[in-house]
């Protein structure tokens, strides 16, 4: 098994230009290995990005927002229908 690529060979290998490969790079989504001569991949992280699909990121920065947002909404929601519990229970108990 190969265990480094260069720009060619994993542009060979998903498909692409070597170009996109290079994009991939600079936005972040591939790391070169900074010990090694010229542009190399570890075959590690080549084998980690193909195993959630060619898509990189799945969620978008808005999407990502998005589901943030639902979540403190919904933390919220729950602090208070907990307090509300805990005062039809104190009413029950006769407090």
């Known amino acids: 098994m190969q265990t480094i690529y260069s720009v060619n060979e994993l542009a060979e290998r998903w498909g692409m230009h070597p170009s996109t490969v290079r994009e991939m ?8 290995l900074p010990e090694i001569p010229g542009v190399r ?6 084998l980690q990005l193909e195993s959630i ?3 990189v990121e799945p969620l978008t920065v808005w999407e ?5 947002a639902d979540n403190r909404q919904l933390k919220e929601e729950n602090a208070e229908l907990k307090r509300r519990l805990c005062n039809i229970g104190q009413l029950a108990i006769g407090g």
């Open 25 to 32: 790079e600079r936005d972040g989504k591939l790391h070169r």
């Open 41 to 46: 991949f570890s075959a590690a992280e080549v």
């Open 53 to 55: 699909g060619k898509d």
């Open 64 to 68: 990502r927002r998005k589901l943030e």
